[in-house]
């Protein structure tokens, strides 16, 4: 009697090898992925907590505005940005010169100073002196021991009545960009067609001065 052969099953699907040269598989199914699901629970608390903080370092540096220094109005650098208008790191030695504020006094009334900028076109130092002038208007000095060399110092009843600017001391509006629109005019012959009329002429030539050579030979 010969020995039964044992059955063999056949291996899993995931197990099988696969057809040609496809990518082995080999799934990893064990992450444990919930414990790396990124929640937003605390986001209200979080909202909560950046507007108190606003609040308590505006009340910090009152009366001087929320939005930090007065910066200057200046252009990007390089041919591709130079048209974009965007503030700067401060104002330069001449601009100040030209808005009657000495430089040690500018940073301790609140306008940025840099001593790297240099004015290259009259219309940029122009355009800042007048936004010095401007903020320099507005000022409400609050009086103190330091000297302001030339810069008076405000009443009673101005710091009395002064409110904290919220943002920027002098926003600026960014100019829009000017759009010109060009008349289009209809046209009885377009540029399209009278290539195609070419392109036709070409083609056919060997065609009609065959057909023009036929029928002048019909004719003699």
Same mark, same amino acid.
């Given at each position: ?5 044992? !059955?063999?099953a056949?291996?899993p699907?995931?197990?099988?090898m ?8 080999n799934?990893? @199914?064990?992450?444990?992925w919930m414990?790396?699901?990124k929640t ?8 909560h907590?950046?507007? $108190?903080?606003r609040?308590a370092?505006?009340e910090? $540096?009152?009366p =001087?505005p929320?939005? %930090?220094l ?5 252009r990007?650098p #390089?041919?591709?940005?130079? #048209? *974009? ?7 330069? @030695?001449?601009?100040l *010169? ?7 006094v500018? &940073?301790?009334v ?5 001593h790297? =900028?240099?004015?290259h !076109?009259?219309? !940029?130092?122009?355009?800042n ?5 401007a903020?320099k ?6 009086p103190?021991? %330091?000297q ?5 110092k ?7 009545s002064a409110?904290?600017?919220?943002g920027d001391a ?8 000017e759009?010109?629109f060009?008349k289009?005019e209809a046209?009885?012959?377009s540029? @399209?067609h009278?290539? &195609?009329v070419?392109?036709s002429?070409t083609?056919l030539? %060997?065609?009609r001065? *065959?057909r023009?050579?036929?029928?002048d030979e019909e004719k003699?």
């Amino acid at each position: 009697r010969e020995p039964e052969q044992e !059955s063999v099953a056949p291996p899993p699907a995931s197990a099988a090898m696969p057809a040609h040269n496809n990518v082995l598989p080999n799934q990893h @199914f064990h992450k444990r992925w919930m414990d790396r699901v990124k929640t937003w629970f605390n986001q209200p608390a979080r909202k909560h907590r950046r507007r $108190m903080a606003r609040k308590a370092k505006a009340e910090k $540096m009152a009366p =001087r505005p929320t939005g %930090g220094l007065l910066r200057p109005v200046v252009r990007a650098p #390089t041919v591709r940005y130079n #048209t *974009k208008v965007r503030k700067g790191r401060g104002f330069t @030695f001449e601009e100040l *010169k030209e808005a009657g504020i000495s430089k040690p006094v500018a &940073r301790t009334v609140g306008i940025a100073v840099d001593h790297r =900028r240099k004015n290259h !076109s009259l219309e !940029s130092l122009q355009e800042n002196v007048a936004r010095l002038k401007a903020y320099k208007s507005k000022l409400i000095i609050f009086p103190g021991k %330091g000297q302001l060399n030339g810069l008076a110092k405000a009443e009673k009843a101005d710091t009395d009545s002064a409110v904290q600017v919220q943002g920027d001391a002098l926003p600026f509006p960014k100019p829009a960009q000017e759009l010109q629109f060009r008349k289009v005019e209809a046209k009885d012959d377009s540029v @399209f067609h009278q290539l &195609r009329v070419i392109r036709s002429d070409t083609r056919l030539e %060997g065609l009609r001065l *065959k057909r023009q050579r036929e029928k002048d030979e019909e004719k003699n």
